[in-house]
């Protein structure tokens, strides 16, 4: 610190220059197992329940099956909106092992239950602590993977929600087999998958340091520069050569603890009002066709091509791999091609697979693994591009609001999005007519055209940039004057 810096309370650093150099070793894998196994276990959650095991053990109704998923969502949005100011107020990784031990705790005791408002209770709280991950976890893999990686690794961790589900599933058709394991303790033993998996992860993650970025901008500098020192000094112990970092690429940083609400909403809507338009149609798009095709795909196949529910069951598995493979196929594509130009096309083309699929259907030219085809198809870059969405959120605003971000939009996207199921089921009906979900997919294709075609347009172009170059912090006191507010937008 000179004698300037030490006069007005500011501090220079080289943190972002530095963590951005790093070339790929064991601590950004650290990190991907630790911090990206969160969405896992968030898939096998909505799948253990969507199972609905539970149902015969507490004697519930159809509409108390569908609540117990409703409270988990309510639960997410909770957790986001409370844990996502939390995360920018007290660090990434104080609210990582809180809010994954408040998950573990709540699903744990929701196995127990012995009454349906028990399961209501816990479920709500597992939803707490999954939605207060979404935005810690978000907010640390941002700032610890270099900027080079950033995007595909994003977006692959968060495409790992698929994997969770087919774990879960697969449990399934062993759990729910009255002939291997009773009525009342399978549906149990799946609760306690996700804690077992949590015990681990926990463990994981108590070797994961706090975000140095966030350090940095909250006051505690000193500890930041150690914790990058010891990463540098793991990663040339793996025999890579680390180059210098300028001088010219430090910045000068004075600490702020707290922002007051006006500071966000200046943020939200005067400095970036076209990112909080961005990301606001991004979430809600994905969302809303997501909820709409994933929670309704059964009744398709069950109600206009007669499949039996365990056979319908099982076409869950190739959606799932579809899923799971466009960002972990399509991720590294963000970094290079670039971030409007992939985010347009995976909407687009999911868009235009999803219309393609309408007009097919409303022909009765498919069958049920044809349309299960279509759907994989569509799906494979719907999931590359909802991904990015999360991605988006959480890399085009400043550090110190970072969190609050993504659980703004999440919440927001998650309260749209909720809508789909109810639209899609009235459209479905009885399955006597195919018009009105024709309709209905060319309402979901138009949706994520409309995405997309929002991404091109009022999209960041921010792949292999700091996320300091994408966003100046707010604790930032050397601005340069030519850089305005929306720089990197094209």
């Known amino acids: 610190?000179?004698?300037?810096?030490?006069?007005?309370?500011?501090?220079?650093?080289?943190?972002?220059?530095?963590?951005?150099?790093?070339?790929?070793?064991?601590?950004?894998?650290?990190?991907?197992?630790?911090?990206?196994?969160?969405?896992?276990?968030?898939?096998?959650?909505?799948?253990?329940?969507?199972?609905?095991?539970?149902?015969?053990?507490?004697?519930?109704?159809?509409?108390?099956?569908?609540?117990?998923?409703?409270i988990y969502l309510i639960g997410q949005v909770v957790g986001a909106l409370f844990f996502g100011r939390l995360t920018d107020r007290w660090g990434r990784k104080k609210l990582f092992v809180i809010t994954l031990a408040i998950y573990l705790v709540g699903s744990g005791v929701a196995g127990l239950a012995w009454s349906t408002w028990w399961l209501w209770v816990w479920r709500f709280v597992a939803g707490l602590g999954i939605g207060g991950e979404y935005t810690a976890i978000n907010s640390a893999i941002d700032e610890l993977i270099p900027a080079k990686y950033r995007g595909r690794v994003d977006i692959a961790i968060n495409g790992t929600y698929w994997a969770g589900a087919m774990i879960g599933a697969f449990a399934n058709i062993f759990l729910l087999d009255h002939s291997l394991v009773a009525a009342n303790w399978g549906w149990r033993i799946g609760f306690f998958i996700g804690p077992v998996l949590g015990l681990i992860i926990i463990w994981l993650r108590r070797h994961i340091p706090e975000s140095p970025r966030w350090m940095v901008t909250h006051g505690h500098a000193d500890e930041a520069h150690r914790i990058v020192d010891e990463i540098e000094k793991s990663v040339e112990a793996q025999g890579h050569r680390l180059t210098p970092v300028p001088e010219d690429k430090a910045m000068l940083i004075k600490a702020r603890e707290t922002l007051p609400m006006s500071v966000l909403l200046d943020v939200f809507f005067k400095r970036y009002p076209r990112r909080t338009?961005?990301?606001?149609?991004?979430?809600?798009?994905?969302?809303?066709?997501?909820?709409?095709?994933?929670?309704?795909?059964?009744?398709?196949?069950?109600?206009?091509?007669?499949?039996?529910?365990?056979?319908?069951?099982?076409?869950?598995?190739?959606?799932?791999?579809?899923?799971?493979?466009?960002?972990?196929?399509?991720?590294?594509?963000?970094?290079?091609?670039?971030?409007?130009?992939?985010?347009?096309?995976?909407?687009?083309?999911?868009?235009?697979?999803?219309?393609?699929?309408?007009?097919?259907?409303?022909?009765?030219?498919?069958?049920?693994?044809?349309?299960?085809?279509?759907?994989?198809?569509?799906?494979?870059?719907?999931?590359?591009?909802?991904?990015?969405?999360?991605?988006?959120?959480?890399?085009?605003?400043?550090?110190?609001?970072?969190?609050?971000?993504?659980?703004?939009?999440?919440?927001?996207?998650?309260?749209?999005?909720?809508?789909?199921?109810?639209?899609?089921?009235?459209?479905?009906?009885?399955?006597?007519?195919?018009?009105?979900?024709?309709?209905?997919?060319?309402?979901?294709?138009?949706?994520?055209?409309?995405?997309?075609?929002?991404?091109?347009?009022?999209?960041?172009d921010a792949e292999q940039k700091t996320l300091e170059d994408v966003a100046d912090p707010l604790s930032r006191v050397d601005v340069p004057a030519h850089r305005g507010p929306e720089i990197a937008t094209a």
Do not use: C
């Open 1 to 70: 610190m000179t004698a300037a810096t030490a006069e007005t309370g500011a501090v220079r650093s080289r943190i972002p220059a530095r963590m951005d150099r790093l070339p790929w070793a064991r601590f950004h894998w650290l990190v991907v197992f630790g911090l990206g196994t969160a969405w896992i276990l968030d898939g096998l959650e909505i799948q253990l329940v969507a199972s609905a095991g539970y149902q015969q053990t507490l004697h519930m109704s159809s509409t108390e099956v569908g609540f117990t998923g409703t």
């Open 277 to 460: 338009f961005l990301g606001l149609s991004m979430m809600i798009t994905q969302s809303f066709l997501y909820n709409a095709i994933f929670f309704t795909y059964i009744l398709v196949l069950k109600n206009f091509y007669g499949l039996q529910g365990s056979t319908a069951e099982k076409y869950f598995f190739p959606f799932a791999v579809g899923n799971l493979l466009g960002p972990l196929v399509l991720g590294h594509l963000f970094d290079t091609i670039g971030r409007r130009k992939m985010i347009f096309s995976t909407y687009v083309l999911s868009g235009v697979i999803l219309a393609v699929s309408a007009f097919l259907f409303v022909n009765n030219t498919l069958t049920a693994f044809t349309q299960t085809a279509l759907w994989v198809g569509s799906f494979f870059f719907a999931s590359a591009g909802a991904s990015s969405a999360y991605l988006t959120v959480s890399e085009i605003f400043p550090l110190e609001v970072r969190g609050q971000a993504i659980s703004y939009f999440f919440s927001i996207g998650q309260l749209v999005g909720a809508t789909g199921p109810t639209i899609y089921g009235a459209l479905i009906g009885a399955g006597t007519t195919r018009e009105p979900l024709f309709y209905g997919y060319l309402l979901g294709a138009a949706v994520m055209i409309a995405g997309g075609l929002i991404a091109w347009f009022f999209g960041v």
